[in-house]
């Protein structure tokens, strides 16, 4: 009978073990579901982002009509509508408002989150990143608040920018917060323009943008699926472009005396050269002075500006180092600029070539 004690106790302590073990799994797997609800706030955002694409999917007419429009939606809206749970319940540990605001961009529907959950955390946007106030400088390399715009000026700037999976650099914020990018991957080399110039009584081209080969490969650009998804033109605002023709000596004005409005691609203007360079006596397009101190200035390609000269029918500027007047049926690489919504949300990166700002 002793033996049987025994063992009865040894499977008592057995049974109490395993008891002790099943015990604490539970505790485990408990906490896991705690945890698991507490979710990040990117997290978060990605929800409401779903959310309001699924709530828009039910009520189309709802949606911006214009291109430039903009709609925006509650979170209350979207938990009333079953269309996602509420932020209470998603983030138990603080108190968050939210809302998504749908922008038609030339027919691309963009949707911004932006949640606020007071000190713990708010949506921050790329602008707002690229400008803080420690990153503002009066001399030297970087970003220069002129007026009501923010300019990357000097040769050596974190102004690097990775979207639709290609390299890019903000030449500037603009006064309506939108930001204005070039493409700045090795490009193919086109001709500004080939057609018949009567004047010069050769195939050298006419400098109109409006009838321009360049102005198509613009458009082609724009429209080439391998190089733009429909989900990277909904980050594309249309912008007017201005393509009034001048000398090297005209006052920069002078480009935006005749304009085109509302495209979503174009090309960077002569007059940019000037205002990315620091040295003071870069005081023309043409100057010498204004491949100093300039990131554009030394940029791998020599690429077609949208600016064509006035005093010809067939020239038109092109950048290398300074902006200077080529026949218009030379070839020089196809650099676009496009303008981003200033509304899109910081994701990471801090603008060096090494970690550029992300825009997925």
């Not at 500027?317 to 600029?337: C, D, F, H, M, Q």
């Given at each position: ?351 060096s070539e090494e970690n550029p700002y992300i825009i997925k």
């Open positions: 009978m002793k033996w049987i004690q025994k063992i009865d106790a040894k499977n008592r302590i057995f049974i109490l073990g395993g008891i002790t073990i099943v015990f604490f799994i539970l505790i485990i797997a408990i906490a896991s579901m705690f945890t698991s609800k507490k979710l990040s706030f990117s997290s978060i955002e990605q929800k409401m982002k779903n959310a309001a694409i699924s709530y828009y999917d039910d009520r189309q007419d709802n949606l911006p009509k214009q291109d430039g429009e903009k709609v925006t939606v509650t979170v209350d809206e979207l938990v009333q509508t079953k269309h996602m749970k509420s932020l209470d319940k998603l983030r138990k540990d603080t108190t968050c408002t939210g809302s998504v605001t749908v922008m038609n961009n030339n027919g691309f529907y963009l949707y911004l989150p932006y949640l606020d959950c007071g000190e713990s955390y708010a949506t921050s946007t790329l602008v707002s990143k690229i400008t803080e106030p420690n990153k503002i400088v009066t001399s030297g390399n970087g970003l220069y608040q002129v007026g009501n715009e923010y300019i990357f000026r000097g040769e050596y700037v974190d102004n690097y920018v990775t979207f639709a999976d290609q390299p890019w650099r903000i030449i500037k914020i603009n006064s309506d917060n939108s930001i204005r990018l070039i493409h700045v991957a090795k490009n193919e080399k086109v001709e500004w323009d080939d057609r018949y110039n009567s004047v010069s009584d050769n195939s050298d081209g006419i400098n109109n943008y409006l009838v321009s080969r360049i102005r198509d490969s613009v458009i082609e650009r724009y429209n080439d699926d391998e190089f733009f998804t429909d989900t990277n033109r909904s980050y594309i605002i249309s912008h007017n472009v201005c393509i009034g023709k001048r000398t090297p000596e005209d006052d920069n004005s002078i480009e935006c005396s005749n304009i085109l409005e509302n495209q979503p691609l174009a090309l960077p203007r002569a007059s940019e050269i000037m205002i990315t360079s620091i040295d003071p006596q870069c005081t023309n397009i043409s100057s010498m002075n204004c491949v100093n101190y300039n990131w554009m200035a030394n940029l791998s390609q020599s690429f077609w500006t949208v600016t064509a000269d006035s005093t010809s029918t067939n020239y038109a500027y092109r950048i290398s180092g300074i902006a200077g007047e080529s026949k218009t049926n030379k070839t020089y690489a196809l650099n676009v600029v496009l303008h981003l919504s200033g509304d899109i949300s910081y994701t990471s990166g801090d603008g």
